[in-house]
């Protein structure tokens, strides 16, 4: 008899500059059973940003070829640019044995939802504590020309519309109580799925 945990697969949305990637970095700083899914994107790289770490960042013509051979897990468009999970990302991170984090909009949280058994997901939005906190964490982080972060708030009040579909929702506020919600939720849903094989 072995104890066997299931790789589950944790779905993290929410408007840009809410603080996802902040809190994904400090709750896998303390988790080596966690892996970061790295999407594929046309979107230019950040200051500090780096190919294969933070995504795989791919041309328009790379990205549409992949789609057109069914690469990709899901998929969007987002902001102007395409977002997408390969397929071979995920099978890579389960094959190691870990549980995955995408950090997807909502529309490609719509399709991992549809397409994975839902054994295996749990959807998490991370929310703000309101619209003018958001724009001026966009703004602090200084990553982003002007017109980009217009873009991104516009746009912020459609996705936090979609919070409600999701099994949890986390208000960041305060860093170190949103990283502990996302880190208790994480334990609870493994503890929800764990069995035994005999
Ligand atoms: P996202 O990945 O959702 O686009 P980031 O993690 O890049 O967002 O965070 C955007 C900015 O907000 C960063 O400068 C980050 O340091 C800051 N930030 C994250 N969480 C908080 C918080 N709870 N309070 C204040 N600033 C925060
Ligand atoms: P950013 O450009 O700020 O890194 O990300 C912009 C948005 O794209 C965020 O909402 C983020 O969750 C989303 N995103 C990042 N990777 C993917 C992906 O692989 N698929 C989808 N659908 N969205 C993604």
Redesign the pocket.
């Known amino acids: 008899m072995s104890n066997n945990l299931p790789n589950l697969v944790f779905i ?5 500059g809410v603080g ?2 902040t809190l994904i970095h400090r709750v896998m700083s303390q988790d080596p059973r966690l892996a970061f ?1 790295i ?3 046309t ?1 230019p790289p950040r200051p500090g940003e780096k190919d294969g770490r933070d ?1 795989y960042f791919v041309t328009r013509d790379t990205f549409e070829k992949l789609i057109s051979e069914d690469a990709f897990l ?3 468009e ?2 102007g ?1 395409y ?3 390969s397929k071979r990302e995920i099978d890579r991170l389960s094959s190691l044995g870990k549980d995955v984090i ?4 909502v ?3 719509r399709q991992v939802m549809e397409r994975l058994d839902r054994n295996r997901w749990t959807s998490i939005f991370i929310l703000p504590p309101d619209l003018k906190a958001l724009e001026q964490r966009l703004i602090a982080r200084g990553k982003d020309p002007k017109d980009r972060i217009a873009r ?1 708030l516009k746009i912020a009040e459609q ?1 936090i519309a979609q919070a409600e579909r999701y099994d949890y929702r986390i208000v960041n506020d305060v860093l170190e109580r949103a990283t502990r919600d996302l880190k208790n939720i994480i334990e609870r849903e493994r503890t929800k799925h764990f069995h035994i094989d005999r």
């Open positions: 993290i949305s929410g408007p840009s996802k990637s899914s999407s594929h994107t979107r995504y899901e998929w969007a987002v902001y640019e977002y997408g999970t995408l950090d997807i909009d529309q490609g949280a991104r996705e």
